[in-house]
């Protein structure tokens, strides 16, 4: 049974930090592509920031580039999202996703809000 679960989100205030991680179990994960979504209420989920099964490709939103990193731990089964400069409109569900050819899973997301 694959489980993605996801960790870290929480208040915090505008220009703060928040770390997201995601641990993977159930599937092999060094195998998979990792993404992080986020969705507000009443908008469709964005894709935030995605990574490669090795790690050593990463794409980011336009919105968050240069604020947020993507990592992974292949050894640990985990996924992380660094969130730097936080902004209110970054508030949302993050989401953690694992895709590769015929698969696509997802976790139950965590939520995030940035609000002084």
């Known amino acids: 049974q694959v489980q993605l679960v996801e960790s870290g989100g929480g208040l915090v205030e505008p220009g703060g930090s928040l770390r997201l991680s995601c641990a993977a179990s159930?599937?092999?994960?060094?195998?998979?592509?990792m993404n992080w979504y986020r969705q507000v209420p009443g908008s469709e989920r964005e894709l935030v920031a995605g990574i490669t099964s090795t790690g050593g490709g990463t794409n980011y939103a336009r919105s968050v580039k240069g604020r947020f990193t993507i990592s992974r731990d292949n050894a640990k089964n985990t996924m992380y999202l660094q969130m730097n400069s936080l902004k209110p409109e970054d508030t949302a569900v993050y989401y953690c996703n694992a895709r590769r050819s015929g698969y696509d899973y997802w976790g139950q997301g965590t939520q995030v809000t940035v609000s002084s």
């Open positions: 159930g599937l092999s994960f060094s195998s998979y592509y």
